[in-house]
């Protein structure tokens, strides 16, 4: 055992370490997206979605459009943090200081995790210099989305977890960690799973019965309120993403499928599957005097490991299993600093933790710290040209900066903020589906990726411009976007518009206006 004098002390050099390493890789990357872009702005469009709702919150309302409720968000609570200054530009900074914030508190937090093992100093060094890279803290928080604030919660249970195994309490921590985990994403509920198991293990059965079943309650709460305003109770973008890129519904049938599909496109899911084969060898093999402490945090880890592995998502902009990979290979840390026999436990997580450093590291400076120029370069300039020149309604399918602060109406025909355009979409998508719901709502311009929407184009659209991205490889919904007047009375002025909006064309792209006698 280290000498307990010294802990503090080691405690605040770890600090010191993780949020100097998490500050240095976000300012990396902040950096080489400014120098590629010129200006500050976020690498996905997500982000203005969750502003567009926030605005509506402001207003009294919910969704993305005045006087119409909608359920686009997927986190229940990240948009009313994001209501301050609504529809103004300080709000678009809300998301900076909020994941600005968890970034600091979570790499915090991380190393008071590592510095309260029983490890020597040469391993809590280690374990507190790649925690932050192996889960992308900076990378998430560049998002500017709710993964970091998730990543923070699935950490808060870890640390909760630790006192209570450490010192037979349970702190506020775990208490909110597990209760708030899911309101900030609903694969919170992987985490807070994990956390009762935990505690039913340690004895603490009737704790984790209640911080389950408030997290629960809280849940379903808000799916309460969704179907108060005649929504489903879960929001369209949780049931787009469960769908995936196609045109399916979700189904527990093909969830092995799924997995094994993750497992050929994503290293970051085999080396979760292979931590949780790790654990699952643990828990029947190894012997130890903490032996109930120690099967408790490998259950924990096996809960949420699985579940994220069969339930959740890999990728999209290498965010969406950052809190799982935290919580489960954080459990696992735990189990071999605490453990004097699993030195190559210890060796090959540092291995894992290296790989994931590097891998992250490597996708964000190579194609993440585009995305902002991207975001700027297309979507920006699809709202600008909308809320400054056409000021009318429109059709898109890629919501967020044409929604934000846009007094017009914006039909989603993904389904994010149309539930009737998601069940068309993934049950009856008809030739011309897209052109029919454009048509209900009197809209004569759309902006859209032609493959997303493919046979649902209207056989009466004109497709009177295109605008592309010339910046390079970027983590986009496509490289082209296609301006339909969706019927031939409206081409002639839209494309007159876009005449006059093209030499004003901001960032990487080019605006290519189609002359009439080529339609």
Excluded: C
Excluded at 136 to 153: C, D, K, P, R, W
Excluded at 179 to 197: C, D, H, I, N
């Amino acid at each position: 055992m280290r000498d307990a004098t010294m802990l503090p002390r080691m405690s605040g050099q770890l600090t010191v370490l993780s949020v100097l390493i998490s500050v240095v890789a976000f300012a990396l990357y902040q950096g080489v997206a400014l120098f590629r872009v010129g200006v500050f702005e976020y690498p996905l469009d997500d982000v203005y979605i969750h502003l567009a709702v926030a605005e509506q919150i402001a207003a009294g309302g919910y969704g993305v459009n005045p006087g119409e409720f909608t359920s686009p968000a997927s986190s229940p609570i990240y948009p009313f943090l994001l209501t301050a200054f609504a529809g103004t530009a300080a709000q678009t900074w809300l998301p900076l200081f909020w994941n600005t914030l968890s970034l600091l508190l979570g790499a915090a937090l991380w190393a008071r995790i590592v510095s309260n093992t029983d490890a020597s100093r040469g391993w809590m060094l280690a374990f507190a210099a790649l925690g932050p890279l192996a889960f992308n803290f900076a990378g998430a928080a560049m998002v500017g989305m709710e993964h970091s604030l998730h990543i923070l919660a699935s950490l808060a249970v870890l640390r909760g977890l630790q006192i209570q195994m450490d010192e037979g309490r349970i702190s506020w921590l775990l208490v909110a960690g597990m209760v708030l985990g899911p309101m900030v994403r609903f694969e919170g509920l992987a985490v807070t799973g994990g956390g009762a198991l935990a505690l039913l293990v340690m004895g603490r059965w009737a704790v984790g019965v209640m911080l389950f079943s408030g997290a629960a309650a809280l849940a379903a709460g808000f799916m309460i309120f969704l179907i108060t305003l005649g929504l489903e109770p879960l929001p369209n973008s949780v049931m787009a993403k469960l769908a995936g890129a196609g045109n399916e519904r979700f189904s527990f049938a093909a969830l092995p499928l799924k997995a094994l599909a993750q497992l050929s496109m994503s290293n970051k899911a085999v080396v979760l599957l292979v931590a949780l084969f790790v654990a699952v060898t643990l828990l029947f093999s190894h012997g130890s005097a903490r032996r109930g402490a120690v099967r408790a945090l490998l259950l924990a880890a096996v809960f949420t490991g699985f579940g994220h592995l069969i339930l959740g998502q890999f990728g999209w902009f290498e965010r969406y299993e950052l809190y799982a990979m935290a919580f489960t290979m954080g459990l696992l840390m735990l189990v071999a600093l605490g453990e004097r026999n699993l030195q190559t436990h210890r060796v090959l997580l540092v291995i894992g933790f290296g790989f994931l450093a590097v891998t992250y590291g490597n996708w964000m400076l190579r194609y993440g710290t585009n995305g902002p120029n991207a975001i700027y370069s297309s979507h920006g300039n699809m709202g600008r040209f909308v809320k400054d020149v056409y000021q009318k309604p429109v059709a898109v399918n890629d919501l967020g900066f044409v929604a934000w602060a846009n007094p017009n109406y914006v039909l989603d025909l993904w389904g994010l903020a149309s539930y009737e355009a998601l069940l068309t979409r993934l049950d009856d998508p008809y030739p011309g589906w897209a052109a029919d719901l454009v048509e209900a709502k009197g809209i004569e311009l759309a902006i859209i990726y032609e493959h997303w929407i493919d046979e649902g184009l209207g056989e009466n659209w004109v497709k009177v411009g295109t605008l592309s991205f010339t910046g390079g490889t970027a983590f986009l919904g496509g490289f082209h976007v296609g301006f339909f007047a969706t019927t031939p009375e409206a081409a002639d002025k839209i494309r007159a518009q876009l005449t006059l909006f093209a030499p004003q064309v901001q960032g990487n792209a080019t605006l290519t206006v189609h002359d009439a006698e080529l339609e």
